[in-house]
C-alpha cells in the first residue's frame, strides 16, 4: 500500500513538470521600427519564445532548448522593421499628418508643415517645400552627403531654355551653383537643380549669413559647416563679426533683403 501511495505521488509530481514546460509568452514589440526584445525563457527544457518582430521587422528566432529540467534561453529579438506598416504615407499625408508631411523614408509624420520651407531649409520631402518647382534634394559637403542620409535641402529645378541647352540658375541668386543629377528624397525623377557651391560651403552658411548671425569671438567654429567669420560693415558704418561664406562671384551673394554683394573671396567683403 506504501509503495502505491509513493507511486502514484511521483506520477502527479512528474505531470506538473510537463504541464510547466510550456514556452512563455513573446517579447516586447517595438514601436519605432527597432528590434522587438527577446522572449522570455521556456522553463524545464521548453523553447523560449522569440521576440516579436519590430514595426516591418521580422520576427525573432525562438531560444534554444534547455537540458532536462533546466529553463530553455530567450528568443533573439526580432530584427529592426523598416516601417513597411506605417501611420501615414506620402499620398494620404493630409489625412494622416495634421497638415504636417509624411517622411517617405520612415513612413511617420514629420515635424515639418507642408508648404513650410523656403529656399536651402532643410527637409525630409517635396511637400515640404513651398516653392511651386523646389523639391527636397540631395546635397554633398566636400565631397560628402550633407547633413545625413535621410535630410535634404528645399532648392529649385534648374532650367534650359531648350532641349539640349546648358542649365542656368541666373535667377535664383545665390543660388546660382548647377547641381546635376540629384534624386529628390519623395523618389521623383532625378532632375539638375539650383543650389550653393558645395565644394566649399552649405546651405546652413548661406542662411545665417543672410540672417546676419554674429561670431563674437571672430572664430569660424562659430559659423555653420562652410561658413566664414570676418569682420564685416553690416549697417552703415557699423562693423561687427559676422558670419559669411567663401564666394566666387556676387550672384552668389545677397544680403538680408535680397539685395546683392560684394564678393572678393567672401560674401560681403
Not at 23 to 52: E, F, K, Q
Amino acid at each position: 500500500m506504501a509503495k502505491a501511495a509513493l507511486l502514484l505521488g511521483f506520477l502527479t509530481l512528474a505531470a506538473g513538470c510537463v504541464l510547466e514546460s510550456q514556452p512563455l509568452g513573446p517579447g516586447n514589440r517595438s514601436l519605432d521600427g527597432g528590434a522587438g526584445t527577446g522572449g522570455v525563457a521556456g522553463t524545464d527544457g521548453g523553447v523560449g519564445t522569440g521576440g516579436s518582430a519590430g514595426l516591418g521587422g521580422s520576427a525573432g528566432t525562438g531560444g534554444a532548448a534547455g537540458s532536462a529540467g533546466t529553463g530553455g534561453t530567450a528568443g533573439t529579438a526580432g530584427s529592426g522593421g523598416t516601417g513597411e506598416i506605417g501611420d501615414c504615407t506620402p499620398a494620404t499625408e493630409d489625412d494622416d499628418c495634421d497638415g504636417k508631411s509624411c517622411n517617405p523614408a520612415t513612413l511617420r509624420c514629420s515635424e515639418i508643415y507642408a508648404d513650410s520651407r523656403g529656399p536651402c531649409e532643410t527637409c525630409f520631402s517635396d511637400s515640404d517645400c513651398w516653392g511651386w518647382n523646389h523639391r527636397c534634394a540631395e546635397m554633398r559637403f566636400q565631397g560628402e552627403r550633407f547633413p545625413d542620409e535621410q535630410s535634404g535641402f528645399c532648392l529649385p529645378v534648374a532650367e534650359a531654355d531648350f532641349i539640349g541647352a546648358p542649365y542656368r540658375c541666373d535667377d535664383e541668386s545665390p543660388y546660382v551653383a548647377v547641381l546635376y543629377d540629384r534624386p529628390s528624397l519623395s523618389g521623383g525623377a532625378v532632375e539638375t537643380y539650383c543650389g550653393v557651391r558645395e565644394d566649399f560651403t552649405t546651405c546652413y552658411a548661406v542662411l545665417v549669413q543672410q540672417q546676419e548671425g554674429a561670431c563674437p569671438a571672430g572664430r569660424d567654429d562659430e559659423c555653420p559647416a562652410g561658413g566664414l567669420c570676418r569682420y564685416l560693415e553690416y549697417k552703415t558704418g557699423q562693423w561687427e563679426y559676422r558670419c559669411t561664406y567663401a564666394c566666387t562671384a556676387a550672384a552668389e551673394c545677397v544680403d538680408k533683403a535680397g539685395k546683392p554683394l560684394e564678393c572678393g573671396g567672401y560674401c560681403g567683403s
